[in-house]
C-alpha cells in the first residue's frame, strides 16, 4: 500500500511540475481610452476593479503557479471581454449607458467585486460609502462632471 501511495504521490508531483510548463497568458494590452470618471470614483474601481477590467491587471504571484493560473488567465480574459475601463471613452453612449447599468447591478447584488476575488484581496472588497459612490456615479451617467452635478443637486434642495 505504501509504495502505491509514493507512486501516485510522484505522480502528481511530476503533473505538478510539466503543467508549470504551460504558458498562459498574463499580458496587459495598451491602455487606448481609459475611462475618465471622478476622481474617487476611479481610486474605487482602479482598487476593486481593474485586476480584471482594465489592461492594468497586477498579476499576484499565484497567477504564476498552475493550475490556479489558468483560472486567473481566464477570469482577466472574460472580464476584460466583458467590461474594460481601458477602452471605455472608445464605447458609444449607449454601450456606456447599458454598462453603467450592469456595473450597478452586480455591486448591488454583491456580485462585483466577485467574493474569490476579495478573499485574496480585502482591501477591494467595497464598503457601504464606496458602493454609495460608485451607485451614485452610473446613476449619474458615468462622466466625470456626473458627482459634481448631482452633488449640486442636492446643494440646491
Not at 503543467?19 to 498562459?24: C, E, F, K, T
Request: proline residues 4%.
Amino acid at each position: 500500500m505504501k509504495k502505491h501511495t509514493q507512486k501516485i504521490l510522484y505522480g502528481l508531483i511530476i503533473v505538478f511540475i510539466f503543467i508549470q510548463l504551460i504558458p498562459v497568458d498574463k499580458s496587459n494590452p495598451k491602455t487606448l481610452a481609459e475611462i475618465q470618471a471622478p476622481s474617487d470614483v476611479k481610486t474605487i474601481l482602479k482598487n476593486s476593479c481593474y485586476d480584471c477590467h482594465s489592461n492594468q491587471t497586477s498579476w499576484p504571484w499565484y497567477s504564476y503557479v498552475a493550475p490556479v493560473s489558468f483560472l486567473v488567465s481566464k477570469d482577466v480574459k472574460d472580464g476584460r471581454r466583458h467590461l474594460n475601463f481601458s477602452i471605455w471613452e472608445n464605447l458609444s453612449a449607449e454601450k456606456k449607458a447599458d454598462k453603467l447599468d450592469e456595473i450597478w447591478e452586480e455591486v448591488e447584488d454583491g456580485e462585483m467585486p466577485m467574493p474569490i476575488y476579495t478573499f485574496m484581496h480585502t482591501k477591494a472588497k467595497l464598503t457601504e460609502a464606496q458602493k454609495s459612490i460608485i451607485k451614485n456615479w452610473t446613476r449619474g451617467g458615468g462622466n466625470s462632471n456626473s458627482m459634481k452635478s448631482h452633488t449640486h443637486e442636492h446643494d440646491e434642495d
